[in-house]
């Protein structure tokens, strides 16, 4: 009997990592959507740009969800037309403010 070698944690974490790659099928991702991605990567970061000098309790998180979105550009999931304008003009948009039942003068 041939004794198996031994391999190291490393080396066993990446043979089940390149097995679970070699399962996974490939997701063929159209000219029409690269187009509509590389076009909301310019927006986003021209967003993120303008933004730098802006002040407002929006901002950062404005920001902050921009960055997000950004690095999680190439999950399937992506947000429709409406949200990814709500996300780009976050930044600039004051919120509302709240309405108060305060009646003092």
Do not use: C, H, W
Request: charged share 35%; aromatic share 4%; net charge positive.
């Amino acid at each position: 009997m041939a004794i198996a070698p031994k391999l190291t944690p490393l080396q066993e974490m990446e043979a089940r990592r390149n097995a679970t790659a070699a399962d996974k099928p490939k997701r063929a991702i159209s000219e029409e959507e690269k187009a509509t991605r590389k076009d909301r990567v310019v927006k986003a970061k021209d967003a993120l740009a303008r933004s730098v000098g802006t002040k407002g309790d929006q901002v950062a998180p404005a920001r902050a969800a921009l960055k997000v979105y950004l690095q999680k550009l190439n999950e399937p999931k992506q947000p429709d037309d409406a949200a990814f304008e709500a996300l780009i003009e976050a930044p600039f948009k004051a919120p509302p403010k709240k309405k108060t039942n305060d009646r003092r003068f």
